[in-house]
């Protein structure tokens, strides 16, 4: 099956900054790569997705880039708020099983 | 906020028991995602269900069973319980047909503490 790691496991930035996080997929079938957000005892909340027909997509502050080739796919957070404080998980798929990474704990620092 | 929720919000048992937890997808939503979320872990995928059929198993036991019915809610069932069965259980909804890879949208969780 499907193997998803991310790093890094924690990430601490300065508001303002950039924040980046990478995850690398092993199964050259998957075709779909979302992002979520889980904040401290919520859900998980969809904030960016890509499909394997395009390399980029931003959406204001947020942009998701895929390397089908090298089997990576990264996410940009700019111009960084406290509010981007949360875990955030990729995840990767051919059908509707989703393989989840381990996460990456965000802390944006005042 | 998603249209998905999940009942109950916590839930404590002991090993051996058994539980069920709910699920209410999106209305119009045919299919339906179970995840097992260890603390400090990703979501790992139990099974999903496509207009009331089980459409793919992740690596849990039999003891892990689902039913989905047609008012788009369904149900996790967990037999005879164990300390490792500890975890945040969330259900996920998606509109697309079975086999189409599509967005999945969580509901809140239920936590569930066994002793």
């Known amino acids: 099956g499907e193997n998803v790691e991310q790093h890094p496991s924690t990430l601490s930035v300065q508001e303002g900054d950039s924040a980046v996080i990478k995850c690398t997929y092993s199964d050259s079938a998957s075709n779909y790569f979302p992002w979520y957000k889980q904040e401290l005892g919520k859900r998980p909340q969809l904030i960016i997705d890509?499909?394997?027909?395009?390399g980029e997509k931003k959406d204001q502050r947020i942009a998701v880039t895929l390397n089908k080739t090298a089997k990576h796919f990264s996410l940009h957070i700019t111009e960084t708020q406290p509010e981007d404080s949360a875990v955030y998980f990729c995840a990767a798929t051919d059908r509707n099983q989703f393989y989840f990474g381990t996460g990456t704990s965000l802390t944006v620092i005042p | 906020e998603t249209g998905v929720t999940q009942s109950p919000t916590h839930l404590i048992k002991t090993r051996g028991q058994q539980v069920t937890l709910r699920c209410s997808s999106q209305s119009g939503h045919n299919t339906v995602s179970w995840y097992q979320q260890a603390l400090g872990q990703g979501p790992q995928f139990i099974f999903q269900?496509?207009?009331?059929?089980?459409?793919g198993r992740g690596n849990f036991p039999p003891r892990f069973s689902g039913l989905q019915f047609p008012n788009y809610s369904s149900e996790l069932n967990v037999n005879a319980l164990e300390l490792d069965d500890s975890a945040l259980y969330l259900c996920?909804?998606?509109?697309?047909?079975?086999?189409?890879?599509?967005?999945?949208?969580f509901g809140p969780g239920t936590r569930l503490t066994v002793l």
């Open positions: 269900y496509y207009r009331e059929e089980e459409n």
């Open positions: 996920a909804s998606s509109p697309g047909l079975a086999g189409l890879t599509d967005t999945q949208y």
């Open positions: 890509i499909r394997s027909n395009v």
